[in-house]
């Protein structure tokens, strides 16, 4: 027999935005595209692998300039911070001020990696890049839009590659990741689990 809601559950209004009413985990990634004869770079945590294959996806907006710098240059990089990175991550999403662009203030003043087959930079000490070419955007989540890209070249450090001659949970545990908890926290992952797949499962 199906079991119904128990008392200790609060229903959540969908009038409004029900994210902020809990936790969630999320990676946190750093994005870098080319923004006129500059660069930018803007922290999302809405983001993830799509499927199995190389492809990439970050959720955004048109009133930002990530939206348009990738509409018009067709590619965008992908930085996943190291946890003690969470400051350099934060300080992306920094306003503009009027009188000084962005690129000029903030970017310039973080540790940046040039990518290696588009123009765009990465977040220098970052565990895992990405070079991405667009795929689609689709617009249309009220104000906000999907961007995908198809992975064109990826790099690792080689703290984090997984191999099978490693303790994976000694390996996280001596190179922790960073999550992002929605809304307004994060975490560093020192410590991980096997998952109880069942008898028979295959991905």
């Known amino acids: 027999m199906e079991k119904q809601l128990i008392d200790h559950f609060i229903p959540l209004t969908t009038d409004l935005p029900i994210w902020s009413h809990f936790f969630l985990v999320a990676p946190l990634i750093v994005i870098g595209t ?28 048109p009133k930002h300039s990530t939206y348009h710098n990738i509409k018009k240059t067709g590619e965008f990089a992908v930085s996943f911070p190291l946890p003690d990175q ?16 962005k ?64 303790d994976e949970q000694q390996q996280i545990n001596q190179h922790p990741l ?3 908890i929605s809304y307004g926290r994060f975490a560093s992952i020192s410590e991980s689990f096997n998952f109880p797949f069942p008898k028979g499962f295959k991905r």
């Open 103 to 166: 690129v000029e203030h903030i970017v310039q003043s973080l540790p940046t990696t040039k990518t290696t087959i588009i123009d765009a930079l990465f977040l220098t000490n970052s565990y895992l890049y990405l070079e991405c070419d667009l795929f689609k955007i689709i617009d249309g989540f009220d104000t906000y839009s999907f961007i995908s890209g198809k992975v064109k070249a990826a790099f690792v450090h080689k703290d984090y590659l997984r191999v099978s001659e490693k």
């Open 34 to 61: 080319k923004e006129g004869k500059g660069y930018d770079l803007a922290p999302k945590h809405m983001a993830t692998p799509i499927g199995p294959s190389n492809y990439f996806g970050f959720v955004c907006t």
């Open 178 to 180: 960073l999550a992002y």
């Open 86 to 101: 969470i400051l350099l991550a934060s300080l992306g999403a920094s306003p503009r001020c009027e009188d000084l662009a």
